[in-house]
């Protein structure tokens, strides 16, 4: 509960998550919402849309964006994920750049930075992530000192998802930067994102649990139908995973189809999770020559 005599304003608003390709950022959303709404891997491009997370607190409502990672594109499909984040960046309110703490600052930084300069009227937070991988009384004091250079950050907090530390010092910061505000959604609500979005990234996170090293970025998946079945405790969902060649497709499916047996028993344990009831998931594979790079393929997919 709030003291409204004692407390100050409440504050709500937009916090876009941006970085390279595997910094953390979903890790690190996931964290401070408290519940796994955006998928994780540890290979580059695994987030490929905005996914909102809420975050309640008794001062702020902080709605969370964890973008793509930005990166040199090679096809058009890592063109528009670029074009995504470069567009959220102008409609939030706080931006935190995330930057490893087991990593030297590189060209991909840099650009970020460049980039940020464009929006200069936003607070940027300075996240430095994976903490719990550095020497904290070696390595992560020079890497702190290396962000710090960086005159533009409003702060610099450094984090580690995995252990927790630091992921409440993090949301005082981020909520104390948010403008007065209205919470913009009910109590409760951890996110905006449709049931069959999430449902069709948990079954490609099984995946690329399996494939990662094989075909990291051809993966992509839709849910087809999912409803529930009358009078039972039973969702019914359909899934298509989609390859871009027929040697991609015998990859996924494994010999005798073991491989994609292990991925719907991974996949449905999640979805489970997720919605709270029994899942019967019904998992198909079909090529889509070269969906990275053909638009009328990437329109159908939703991209």
């Known amino acids: 509960m709030r003291d409204d005599e004692t407390a100050g304003p409440f504050r709500s608003g937009f916090v876009c998550f941006v ?5 953390g950022k979903s890790t690190l959303t996931n964290a401070l919402v408290g ?10 491009q695994t987030t490929r849309h905005t996914v909102r997370g809420i975050v309640h607190r008794s001062d702020a409502q902080l709605v969370l964006v964890d973008t793509p990672g930005l990166h040199r594109p090679r096809t058009l499909l890592g063109e528009r994920l670029n074009d995504v984040v470069l567009g959220t960046l102008t409609e939030v309110d706080v931006i935190g750049v995330c930057l490893p703490a087991d990593e030297r600052a590189g060209p991909g930084d840099r650009f970020i930075m460049e980039r940020l300069r464009e929006v200069a009227d936003t607070p940027v937070v300075a996240v430095v992530t994976k903490t719990d991988l550095v020497d904290h009384r070696r390595e992560l004091p020079r890497r702190l000192l290396e962000v710090g250079e960086q005159a533009q950050f409003a702060d610099v907090v450094p984090v580690s998802a995995t252990s927790g530390a630091q992921i409440d010092v993090l949301a005082g910061v981020l909520a104390g930067l948010l403008p007065e505000g209205r919470p913009l959604y009910p109590d409760g609500e951890l996110t905006d994102e449709p049931e069959q979005v999430l449902v069709a ?15 990291p970025h051809s993966i992509a998946v839709t849910v087809e139908e ?17 390859v871009e060649r027929s040697s991609q497709k015998a990859i996924v499916i494994g010999r005798q189809g ?17 919605l709270g009831s029994s899942v019967y998931l019904d998992l198909h594979v079909k ?8 638009p009328r393929q990437l329109h159908r997919l939703g991209f």
């Open 19 to 23: 970085g390279r390709p595997n910094v």
């Open 35 to 44: 519940q796994k709404i955006a998928i994780t891997s540890n290979r580059p």
């Open 201 to 215: 990234e948990l079954v490609r996170e099984a995946v690329l649990e399996d494939v990662r090293d094989e075909l």
């Open 226 to 242: 999912m409803s529930r079945r009358d009078g039972r405790d039973l969702v019914d969902v359909y899934a298509t995973v989609y």
């Open 258 to 274: 073991a491989r994609l047996r292990d991925v719907g028993g991974r996949a449905r344990r999640q979805i489970e999770s997720l």
């Open 287 to 294: 090529v889509l020559k070269d969906w990275q790079r053909d």
